[in-house]
């Protein structure tokens, strides 16, 4: 069968890490057949589209899309980041960003293998708020945090259903219920509601403070992570971070209702300042199209490709595309 992908290869390094993990995709059997789709920082410079309906429309009609990153410094921060990146989260109901981290963390004594489960459709992201009397000494700013009970509970159960396919079969919460309490005890409360139903779960509860510690001392203590858009946004970085580093740092963003297309991508940025120099590490979007793979159902490829990643590769952007690609295949 062959999947139909939506290439947003974007700005910076963005279209160079795509050409590797497409070339990966291939070398590993799977058919797929790609559209490229010119959107981000540089499209936005030459004609002003961020991402019309019409633009939307096309991307729901594929199985999958697979982004590089978005953004450029000479748009103003935001436009394509919230145009183009939130509103594909929020209009294809995107709700989970799954993010796995393997490795050793600096100031760990054994390796770890968690995956933050990040809410990805609410909290402060969805731009609720506004100013009065910018630019003057009475400026007033307000930005919310907005918190369904459906929405949190979707991505809550998400996780359980999880960490259930999981050998420790752990999810800790991450929240900061004891100073936000209305949005702590709504989630709080879905999840221990939700964890009834899932008794073979061990749970846990970290204030997202104490979790930047663990991430760095003890992250061995964690399997499955679910959190709020935003903690999940910065936890996921410093995930990284300890993880080998963001060139390794893979995401979904999945509507795992299946009612449309998902989206794949690294989590690192445009990096403009490696642009074309061949430096740009292509495993976190290959590690990423694998997070693809098997959501198309073809996670014996996706298996593959993953450990084609693990042992350490050397060379340029596309050196190592083509190395993992030779390995993929035998
Ligand atoms: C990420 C990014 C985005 C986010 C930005 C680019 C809007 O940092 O995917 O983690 O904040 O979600
Ligand atoms: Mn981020």
């Given at each position: ?21 497409i ?21 936005y ?39 183009l990146?939130?509103?594909m989260?929020?209009d ?13 963390a600096p ?57 259930m ?42 204030h ?74 292509p ?48």
């Amino acid at each position: 069968m062959t999947h139909n992908i939506a290439v947003i290869g974007g700005d910076g390094i963005g279209p160079e890490v795509i050409t590797e993990a497409i070339k990966v995709v291939r070398a590993a059997g799977v058919e797929i057949s790609t559209t490229d789709y010119d959107l981000g920082g540089a499209r936005y410079m030459r004609d002003g589209e961020v991402l019309s309906e019409e633009t939307l429309d096309e991307l729901r009609t594929f199985d999958c899309i697979l982004l590089g990153a978005v953004g450029s410094p000479d748009v103003p921060p935001g436009v394509i980041e919230r145009g183009l990146l939130l509103k594909m989260r929020f209009d294809m109901n995107l709700y989970v960003n799954v993010r796995p981290f393997i490795g050793t963390a600096p100031g760990a004594t054994e390796p770890h293998d968690f995956v933050v489960i990040r809410e990805n459709t609410e909290g402060p992201y969805v731009g609720e708020g506004g100013s009065l009397r910018e630019g003057t000494p009475h400026e007033v700013a307000t930005q919310g945090s907005f918190n369904t009970r459906m929405g949190v509970e979707r991505c809550i159960r998400y996780a359980f259903e999880l960490a259930m396919t999981r050998e420790r079969k752990h999810l800790t919460l991450v929240h900061k219920t004891n100073v936000l309490q209305f949005s702590g005890s709504l989630w709080e409360r879905t999840f221990n509601e939700v964890a009834e139903e899932y008794p073979q779960v061990e749970t846990a509860y970290n204030h997202v403070d104490a979790a930047t510690i663990y991430f760095v001392q003890d992250p061995q203590r964690y399997d499955v992570i679910v959190t709020d858009n935003l903690f999940g946004d910065i936890l996921t970085d410093l995930g990284g971070a300890v993880s080998g580093g963001i060139g390794l740092a893979s995401s979904a963003n999945l509507n795992p209702d299946r009612t449309g297309p998902s989206m794949f991508e690294p989590v690192h940025g445009s990096a403009p300042d490696i642009v074309g120099t061949g430096k740009a590490d292509p495993r976190a979007a290959i590690l990423s199209a694998a997070m693809m793979l098997d959501f198309l159902g073809e996670s014996e490829a996706a298996d593959r490709v993953r450990a084609a990643c693990v042992d350490p590769v050397t060379g340029s952007t596309s050196d190592v595309g083509d190395s993992i690609a030779v390995r993929v295949r035998n």
